[in-house]
């Protein structure tokens, strides 16, 4: 089945600076990869996420990049503010019939300090 | 996501007990699926439903039970199988297609006396 690691664990930058979560993929049939943020005690809500006929996408301050080649895909934010601070996960998915079978990454807690 | 409801917020449940989490959504979604969550780790996929009356068995479903009898439900059943069942579960779902996003309800943290 398919393994997602996720990489750093925790992550502290300053307010304006960027954050950068990778993750990793095993099973090359993925095609599908969001990423979700979830505040202490929230559900997880989904921020943003990328096909694999595509390479890069954009909304606003976050971007996701995908490298097919190598099986990895990052979240970048830019100009980071304190509402930013939320554990981050990314997420494969492999179609299997029609409901779609997500596999996360283990988290990435991003604080930002003022 | 305002549309899928999880009952109750906090369940504690005593040795050998079996206890039901409830899910509904109003979001006319077809697909619907259960979540673990323990602390530091992601979420881990403990059944899935794409019709009524028809489920599949995610990574982690021994211990546990689930039922489909209407498009808008998806209770889970912990059993007194489950040995370590201390943890926050979420219900998702969403339409079926390439693509389409999972909601979340707000989560149930069951909890061991």
């Known amino acids: 089945g398919e393994n997602v690691e996720q990489h750093p664990s925790t992550l502290s930058v300053q307010e304006g600076d960027s954050a950068v979560i990778k993750c990793t993929y095993s099973?090359?049939?993925?095609?599908?990869f969001p990423w979700y943020k979830q505040e202490l005690g929230k559900r997880p809500q989904l921020i943003i996420d990328i096909r694999s006929n595509v390479g890069e996408k954009k909304d606003q301050r976050i971007a996701v990049t995908l490298n097919k080649t190598a099986k990895h895909f990052s979240l970048h934010i830019t100009e980071t503010q304190p509402e930013d601070s939320a554990v981050y996960f990314c997420a494969a998915s492999s179609s299997s019939g029609s409901a779609r079978q997500l596999t996360f990454g283990s988290g990435t807690q991003l604080t930002v300090l003022p | 996501d305002g549309g899928i409801t999880q009952s109750p917020k906090y369940l504690f449940r005593k040795e050998g007990q079996n206890v039901t989490l409830s899910c509904e959504q109003n979001l006319n979604h077809d697909a619907m699926y259960w979540y673990r969550q323990d602390p530091g780790q992601g979420l881990r996929l403990i059944y899935y439903?794409?019709?009524?009356?028809?489920?599949q068995k995610g990574d982690i479903a021994e211990g546990y039970s689930v039922s489909r009898e209407k498009k808008e439900s998806f209770p889970l059943t912990v059993t007194s199988a489950q040995k370590n069942p201390t943890a926050f579960y979420l219900c998702?779902?969403?339409?079926?297609?390439?693509?389409?996003?999972?909601?979340f309800g707000p989560g149930t943290r069951l909890l061991v006396l």
């Open positions: 439903s794409q019709i009524v009356n028809d489920f």
């Open positions: 998702a779902s969403s339409k079926i297609g390439l693509g389409e996003t999972q909601y």
């Open positions: 099973d090359s049939a993925s095609n599908y």
